[in-house]
């Protein structure tokens, strides 16, 4: 999340809104959102509805796996790429390529 934050500018100017979601406590998420000074929503799904909705639950159930998704404005999923290891995540660069594809 740290690179999504450096670059939200970037994002925002290719006209995207980047949205957090997390299996962690509503309370939780909003202090690592502080503590990490995200600059956009970090949100809490515990009953795991979006979760479920893109099949991302780590097969353990506790946990999402590590997912982005790009979504045009009318909603559909133009973009994904899901991990099974939450410490690899695609690039902001090719995440603006994507973009800037759809745009």
């Known amino acids: 999340m ?3 934050a450096t670059d939200a500018e970037k994002f925002k100017a290719a006209g995207a809104e980047i949205i ?3 299996v962690d406590e509503r309370e939780k998420s909003m ?3 502080q503590k990490l000074k995200l600059p956009f929503v970090l949100l ?3 009953d795991h509805r979006v979760i ?9 159930g506790k946990i999402s ?6 979504l045009d404005r009318k909603g559909i999923v133009r973009w994904s790429y899901i991990a099974d290891d939450y410490k690899i995540r ?7 390529e994507q973009l800037a594809g759809i745009n």
């Open 20 to 22: 957090a979601i997390s």
């Open 65 to 70: 796996r590590a997912a982005v998704f790009v």
């Open 2 to 4: 740290a690179g999504l």
């Open 31 to 33: 202090e690592l959102a």
């Open 44 to 46: 809490s799904d515990r």
């Open 90 to 96: 695609p690039l902001d660069q090719v995440l603006l």
């Open 52 to 60: 479920d909705s893109y099949d991302v639950l780590d097969p353990g």
